[in-house]
T-cell receptor, first 114, second 111 residues
Framework: DTAVSQTPKYLVTQMGNDKSIKCEQNLGHDTMYWYKQDSKKFLKIMFSYNNKELIINETVPNRFSPKSPDKAHLNLHINSLELGDSAVYFC?????????????FGPGTRLTVT | RKEVEQDPGPFNVPEGATVAFNCTYSNSASQSFFWYRQDCRKEPKLLMSVYSSGNEDGRFTAQLNRASQYISLLIRDSKLSDSATYLCVVLRGGGADGLTFGKGTHLIIQP
C-alpha cells in the first residue's frame, strides 16, 4: 500500500539512450511533481502537473518530457541521455487546494549515465 | 541571496541533548513552510508543517517568524534515530508550486 511509488529504483544506461521513469500515487492527490537531486544533494523542482495539465516547467532541457496519462500517474521520459543527467529523480504528489499543501515523495530513481 | 539558506553542519550532538536548527528564506511572499527529514539514500519525508503560531509534535517544535523570514526547528531529548539531514522547505505560492528546498543540515547524534 505504498503511497507514492516509482519504477525503476535504479537505472544504469549509456549516453545517448532514451529512458523512462514511472510514478504512481494512491493518495487521491490531483497534483504531481518531478524533482531532481544532484550529486551535491540539492533538491530542485523540475515539473508539476495538475489533473494531467502541465503547471510548472522549470529550466529543464527539452530532452526531458513529462507525461501524465491520468491524475494518479506522472511519467518522465528522457531523450539522448547525457552524463550530467546522472542524479536521483523523485516523484511527489499533493492536493492542489489547501489547507494542506504537504507534498509526499516516492522512493526515488537513481539514474547513472555512463 | 539563496532562496532558502541553512547551515549545512554537520552538527555532532550527544544523545539526550537538545539541538536547534535555523533557516532563512528570501521571498517574503512565501506561503507555507515545512521541515523534511532525509536519511541517506532515501526520499525526503515530511517531519512537520510550520505555522506562524508555532507548533509542537512530541520532541519536535517548529517556529516561524515572518517578519525576520526565519524558521527554526528544536529537537529535545535527541535519539540516535534522529541522525539525518533536516531540510528547510518553503512553498512560494500554493497549489501546484514546487517546493524550494534548503541544502539541508546534517545532524549526527552520538551515543
Amino acid at each position: 500500500d505504498t503511497a507514492v511509488s516509482q519504477t525503476p529504483k535504479y537505472l544504469v544506461t549509456q549516453m545517448g539512450n532514451d529512458k523512462s521513469i514511472k510514478c504512481e500515487q494512491n493518495l487521491g492527490h490531483d497534483t504531481m511533481y518531478w524533482y531532481k537531486q544532484d550529486s551535491k544533494k540539492f533538491l530542485k523542482i523540475m515539473f508539476s502537473y495538475n489533473n494531467k495539465e502541465l503547471i510548472i516547467n522549470e529550466t529543464v532541457p527539452n530532452r526531458f518530457s513529462p507525461k501524465s496519462p491520468d491524475k494518479a500517474h506522472l511519467n518522465l521520459h528522457i531523450n539522448s541521455l547525457e552524463l550530467g543527467d546522472s542524479a536521483v529523480y523523485f516523484c511527489a504528489s499533493s492536493h492542489l487546494k489547501g489547507p494542506s499543501y504537504e507534498q509526499y515523495f516516492g522512493p526515488g530513481t537513481r539514474l547513472t549515465v555512463t | 541571496r539563496k532562496e532558502v539558506e541553512q547551515d549545512p553542519g554537520p552538527f555532532n550532538v550527544p544523545e539526550g541533548a537538545t539541538v536547534a536548527f535555523n533557516c532563512t528564506y528570501s521571498n517574503s511572499a512565501s506561503q507555507s513552510f515545512f521541515w523534511y527529514r532525509q536519511d541517506c539514500r532515501k526520499e525526503p519525508k515530511l517531519l512537520m508543517s510550520v505555522y506562524s503560531s508555532g507548533n509542537e509534535d512530541g520532541r519536535f517544535t517548529a517556529q516561524l517568524n515572518r517578519a525576520s523570514q526565519y524558521i527554526s526547528l528544536l529537537i529535545r531529548d535527541s535519539k540516535l534515530s534522529d541522525s539525518a539531514t533536516y531540510l528547510c522547505v518553503v512553498l512560494r505560492g500554493g497549489g501546484a508550486d514546487g517546493l524550494t528546498f534548503g541544502k539541508g543540515t546534517h545532524l549526527i547524534i552520538q551515543p
